[in-house]
């Protein structure tokens, strides 16, 4: 990619910004994200059933208050935040103080119970739930030039791109901890002049804005009554450690697990659209194709510090409870090697155009964005301690009652959907205790593999149905 006048285009965050939060922005249409994909919450009610059994060992973790907060971030519509009212037991919902964080204006009929905010409340107690949030943080996108210097990406209105000035600062900081350009075994890759600064979280001038709470990701993956559980599934967990904070490469923090990989091309996209490149055979999930020890032209990578603020704020809501961010990730170890910005229309995938005129995402850096404390798991194993699993009702029940039958054979095939390893069951969970225990480590066996994997492009297969 050549260099231009700097005065042309933009870096891709602000661009993301305006594009899907500005006042003609992506997520301002009336037809909502609905209109164009479908997250775990529109591919099946059990979804919200699961948060709502996830909010109901949170508030006995709190000894039940008499004010049970319930925090959507990035709320959408309200699709989430209703069905879990919805599947609360009276007594709980009764006590429960339901928001609703978007910066789209309040949809019409919304159930009144429901606080309508742009920005999170502050000093609740209860769950934060941010379900394809952090996807939709705008960040901007470093590439290495021919020379191996670390730049970022500039964009313009129309989708094409030119490479600009060199990192520095926060945002180099963040690259060289978190998501090195360089092949594996590599040297890092240089950058420009990195001057010192006394933190990376939110200090005026470094991280910047973090975008704010924005609107509901994406995801959806084929998938019905026929795909239901196999056996044999690795499941995967990970505790951070209490050293350090969210992208602070100075003092640790983080991870430190390396990440796993996947299947020999399970989760890699060839040929990502709008940028020509291939992956090998190894995919995203293993690196593959990358041969070569040196810094490579053409690697490129999303700067997730604005994502790691954005969290540690949405965190700091909380007085005590449970912080959960869903998401499809990746993790240090198993980055994917050009990046992942991509955009998408009407329930298909497409070059990321800043105009308005599609959603554009990336996946995110979860184990970057942990606090200390904090666990790492797939969605499968988090949906399945939740008691969401995909096998078939026994036969018996077909001659006893057969319309029962059918309706726990549609059930497993929509709990198979949301838990395929190969699709929404892969996708990242990060919980982050605040003041209370993990509630779901009880729930957790100790035989997983402390990895997050890297979640597989599993997204819209189609606009959400009716």
Known sequence: ????????????????????????????????????????????????????????????????????????????????????????????????????????????????RIEWLAEPPAGVTGLLFANEWLDNVPVDVAEADSDGVVRLVRVRADGSEFLGAPVTGADARWLARWWPLTAPGGPAAPTGPTPAAPSDLGGPGDSGDSGGPGALGRSAVPGGPGDLDGP???????????????????????????????????????????????????????????????????????????????????????????????????????????????????????????????????????????????????QREALRALGVHGGRPPLRLASTDPAAYVRALAGAGEAAELTAPGGLGGFGWLLQPVGIADPLAHDLGHDSDPSLPDAPDARRNGPAGP
């Open 1 to 112: 990619m050549g260099r231009e006048a700097a005065d042309e285009g933009r870096g891709w965050r602000p661009a993301t910004e305006e594009a899907l939060y500005g006042p003609c922005g992506f997520y301002r249409r009336a037809e909502g994200p609905a209109g164009h994909f479908r997250t775990s919450v529109h591919a099946s009610a059990l979804f919200a059933r699961a948060v709502a059994r996830l909010l109901c060992l949170v508030d006995e973790s709190l000894g039940r208050p008499a004010e049970l907060a319930f925090v959507d971030m990035g709320a959408g519509r309200g699709e989430l935040v209703t069905g879990v009212l919805g599947a609360l037991p009276a007594e709980v919902a009764s006590r429960v103080r339901p928001y609703a964080v978007e910066r789209a204006a309040r949809p019409p009929g919304l159930d009144h």
């Open 232 to 378: 044999g599934t690795a499941h995967e967990t990970d505790v951070l450690g209490a050293s350090g904070g969210p992208g602070d490469p100075e003092h640790g923090g983080g991870a430190g697990h390396g990440g796993g990989a996947g299947g020999p091309g399970g989760v890699g996209r060839v040929g990502r659209v709008g940028h020509g490149r291939e992956i090998g055979a190894g995919g995203r999930d293993g690196g593959g194709g990358l041969g070569g020890g040196h810094p490579s032209e053409g690697l490129r990578a999303e700067i997730g510090l604005p994502r790691d603020v954005a969290w540690a704020a949405a965190v700091a809501c909380l007085d005590r409870g449970l912080a959960v961010a869903v998401d499809y990730a990746h993790s240090a170890g198993a980055r994917p090697p050009f990046g992942t910005l991509t955009g998408f229309r009407d329930g298909r995938e497409t070059a990321p155009v800043p105009d308005g005129s599609c959603d554009i995402t990336a996946h995110v850096a979860l184990d970057a964005c942990a606090l200390p404390g904090a666990r790492l798991l797939s």
